[in-house]
């Protein structure tokens, strides 16, 4: 009886401790999106301004780009290409979909075969994050803040915009101390073949 109640009490006791960590300031909460997406108006040309390092883009020196056309069977047809360091280009092709209501901020992209599309493991998250009323400049990530992409309508950025950006995802919970620009300026030439 004694070892049913010490275990009840550590039990509550643990479940506490998780509450005043949860509510404690700094913890991390659930990454909020915009409350909606246009996705008509997203479409287009965005630049990436800074991104977190990841695996995929390690090829990639600078000019990367995102490309974004809605597709006949209403999917986002994805073009992401940058600049590798022999002056090439790396281009991967993808496909996006919204999940939930046809205005959900919330997307999963693909860049592997369609073949492969069944698989839950080939969809990565893509939420968009932040988005001025503009659609001009965006911040997209994924529910466990791995990856950021800050992307612009333009090469570059107006400071005090990209500073105020900054500022709210660093409210969102997200380490800006892993951001890396991207460098701008030349056009990637075509890989050769």
């Not at 643990?14 to 909606?36: E, F, N, Q, V, Y």
């Not at 991104?51 to 073009?79: E, H, I």
């Not at 001025?132 to 400049?137: A, E, G």
């Amino acid at each position: 009886m004694i070892h049913k109640t010490l275990t009840a009490v550590f039990f509550l006791l643990s479940l506490h401790a998780s509450a005043a960590l949860a509510d404690a300031p700094g913890a991390r909460k659930t990454l909020a999106t915009i409350p909606s997406l246009d996705v008509n108006r997203y479409m287009g040309n965005w630049y990436e301004i800074a991104r977190f390092p990841n695996d995929f883009q390690k090829k990639c020196v600078g000019d990367t780009t995102a490309t974004y056309s809605l597709r006949a069977d209403g999917q986002v047809q994805v073009v992401n290409r940058c600049r590798t360091k022999d002056g090439g280009a790396e281009v991967a092709e993808g496909v996006a979909r919204q999940i939930g209501e046809e205005t959900s901020p919330k997307l999963k992209v693909r860049f592997a075969p369609a073949f492969l599309s069944f698989i839950p493991m080939v969809w990565g998250d893509y939420w968009v994050i932040d988005l001025d009323d503009n659609y001009q400049l965006s911040a997209v990530s994924d529910p466990k803040r791995k990856y950021l992409w800050i992307l612009s309508r333009t090469p570059q950025v107006d400071q005090a915009a990209y500073d105020a950006l900054l500022e709210r995802l660093s409210a969102q919970g997200l380490d800006l101390s892993k951001l890396v620009r991207t460098t701008q300026g030349q056009e990637p030439r075509p890989a050769q073949q």
